[in-house]
């Protein structure tokens, strides 16, 4: 049986094109410090262990980074790991910290991670990342992430009359909601025209379709109940998490049956070819196993917000799909209707309908920044802070903060959708 | 024990950036031994000028991009040529790219989509203007005649008379 497992405080550095003046560990330490001046009766003695992400060794340049970090912040020679899954990876190391307390291993445990991609110019960095492909079929073939998504994305245009219109509306959405979060590296008041006029990467992807590299780091620091008691006013509990995968090759996305959520049936979905290159299974499927675990049957109706991973505009309105947002096919219209937008806020556009589930509140990683390691993490101390109701109090103003927050979802994505993880954060 | 001893001095110096924080650059590069292993036999097909999926044994699953082992069922599966068409799957237009590749942009990327196959072949597209690719259109294989085997020794034409397809 598993024990409930709650966090109880966070902490993010600014995300940043650059922070040469502090290394992965200084970073690291700053997020961690933060977090842990949130709950002073907190003591480094009571910590049991950390769980340590970043995603790529080829920006580090230094091996076994996770143990540098975990002795940085003073907690030799208690237990830690590195934990690691391309763009999933932060999200991930929330799911490995969950599973230290819930299995009773620890009950406390630092969950921190970072990436420094500065120490390379964005092409190189590229090159990198597109290392996250097959290096026999696809990495040689003109290896570029950004190519990877423009294909998905216009086999969805194909299959379900998504365009870029909406997509630009993902942009803007994110791009606004983060002028109001210090935090963010990018943010910016923009219209559809300028989305579209931004430089062209990969069609139809522009620039401002798609998110920046970063430093930065973030951490949370997750515990048992008793802990949480003892030292934390607000905790929030993490109700339910799920993880699902797919193949690492595009290519290798063969068609079968939709894998349908609590509230949908198969006559929803009787022609679709799926997944498909339009769609991720493993999002779906980690939506599905998260669901279940938090008893969520309807995620419409159960969840407050959403922090999802928005590498791409396009992979936002794909993930409004995978996670039962909206059906298979709806996400353009969806990403229109002003259901994914912050209520009260001037996006510039008209919207037909009122907020719902906003998505990204943050302003995701298309305005946040997406240092790899630290993403997934940044994600859920936003969610953290907005079920706590102290947005106000971390980020120094309020306009992000949603009224009455009950439930939210954190979700993380790694390669062409290869890793995915989805977990649920509730106030208790 | 020589108390005078003293490290050769060298030239070389060090490429600085800046002083606070200090900031250098460093050179890195590495010769990589890279081997194909069991993929091998599909990069030596390419200069034979042949486009090689696999087929799984047991359940005769077929793959566009080959795997030795099959990913519904486990099974081994055995070598399987390809038909030298196919149409677009997917397609985009790159004007940005890995650093590898800058120097190459623009390049079109297509997912290639085979009469028999299940799964798909990642690949580029020659000859054929941006505003005339489009998902559905008939492509044939192309083969390098110097073969680099790579990926890219194959890469994918317009068949003759697409545009009235």
Redesign the interface.
């Known amino acids: 049986m598993t024990r409930p497992v709650y966090l109880i405080a966070g902490g993010i550095t600014k995300f940043a094109k650059a922070h040469?003046?502090m290394d992965f560990r200084l970073m690291c330490k700053q997020a961690f410090d933060y977090a842990l001046a949130d709950v002073p009766a907190l003591t480094l003695d009571m910590i049991d262990g950390s769980s340590v992400s970043y995603f790529s060794d080829h920006f580090t340049?230094q091996l076994m980074a996770g143990i540098m970090v975990h002795d940085y912040l003073g907690l030799c020679p208690k237990p830690s790991r590195r934990i690691e899954g391309g763009g999933a990876t932060g999200g991930l190391n929330i799911q490995n910290g969950y599973q230290e307390i819930a299995s009773g291993r620890m009950d406390c445990c630092v969950v921190v991670g970072f990436e420094t991609m500065s120490h390379v110019?964005t092409?190189?960095g590229?090159?990198?990342?597109?290392l996250a492909s097959d290096?026999?079929?696809?990495f040689?073939?003109?290896?570029?992430y950004?190519?990877?998504y423009?294909?998905?994305v216009?086999?969805h245009m194909?299959e379900f009359g998504t365009t870029c219109e909406q997509m630009a509306h993902v942009s803007i959405k994110n791009h606004r909601n983060a002028t109001f979060n210090p935090y963010a590296q990018f943010p910016a008041q923009l219209s559809v025209e300028e989305v579209r006029a931004a430089?062209?990467?990969?069609?139809?992807?522009t620039m401002l379709d798609i998110c920046t590299m970063s430093d930065g780091a973030a951490c949370l620091i997750v515990a048992s109940e008793e802990v949480a008691e003892k030292v934390c006013e607000n905790p929030v509990l993490i109700t339910g998490i799920g993880t699902g995968t797919d193949?690492m090759?595009?290519?290798?996305?063969?068609?079968s049956d939709v894998v349908l959520l609590p509230h949908e049936s198969g006559a929803d979905y009787e022609n679709l070819r799926y997944p498909g290159?339009h769609s991720f299974r493993g999002g779906r499927l980690a939506s599905k196993l998260a669901y279940e675990a938090a008893g969520i049957g309807d995620p419409r109706e159960a969840l407050d917000f959403v922090e999802l991973h928005d590498a791409y505009t396009s992979s936002e309105i794909q993930t409004y799909e995978d996670m039962g947002l909206c059906r298979y096919g709806e996400g353009g219209p969806y990403a229109v209707s002003g259901r994914t937008f912050m209520p009260g806020l001037d996006y510039g556009l008209k919207l037909p309908e009122a907020s719902q589930v906003p998505v990204n509140p943050s302003g995701g990683l298309l305005a946040c920044g997406h240092p790899v390691g630290a993403s997934g993490i940044m994600q859920g101390v936003f969610a953290f802070w907005q079920l706590q109701r102290t947005i106000e109090k971390h980020l120094g103003r309020a306009e992000l903060q949603l009224a009455h927050p009950k439930r939210g979802a954190i979700h993380s994505h790694a390669g062409t959708g290869t890793y995915i993880s989805v977990s649920i954060l509730e106030r208790p | 024990m020589d108390p005078n001893a003293k490290l050769p001095e060298t030239q070389e110096g060090t490429v600085l950036f800046?002083l606070d924080?200090i900031?250098l650059k460093?050179h890195?590069e590495v010769d990589y031994l890279?081997s194909?292993a069991q993929?091998s036999p599909f990069f030596a097909g390419l200069s034979e000028k042949k486009l090689l999926g696999s087929k799984c044994t047991a359940c005769s699953?077929v793959?566009?991009?080959p795997?030795a082992h099959c990913?519904?069922c486990g099974s081994p599966t055995e070598w399987h040529e390809l038909p030298p068409e196919g149409r677009i799957?997917?397609?985009?237009?790159?004007?940005?790219?890995?650093?590898?590749?800058?120097a190459?942009t623009p390049?079109t990327?297509?997912?290639v989509e085979f009469e028999g196959a299940?799964?798909?072949?990642?690949?580029?597209l020659a000859g054929v203007p941006?505003e005339e690719i489009r998902?559905g259109l008939p492509v044939r294989a192309r083969f390098l005649r110097n073969s680099k085997f790579?990926?890219?020794d194959v890469y994918f034409v317009a068949m003759d008379g697409a545009q009235n397809d």
Not at chain 1, 135 to 138: E, H, S, V
Not at chain 2, 118 to 124: A, K, P, V, Y
Request: charged share 20%; aromatic share 16%; glycine share 6%.
């Open positions: 040469p003046e340049r110019n092409w190189k590229n090159e990198f990342i597109a290096t026999n079929f696809d040689p073939v003109g290896g570029f950004s190519g990877y423009a294909m998905m216009q086999r194909h430089q062209m990467v990969a069609t139809p992807l193949a090759r595009l290519a290798d996305r063969p068609h290159v | 800046n924080p900031i460093h890195w890279h194909y993929d699953c793959y566009a991009t795997r990913m519904e799957h997917t397609f985009t237009t790159c004007f940005f790219g890995g650093e590898a590749f800058l190459e390049f990327l297509i997912l299940d799964t798909l072949f990642l690949s580029r941006e998902i790579k990926p890219t």
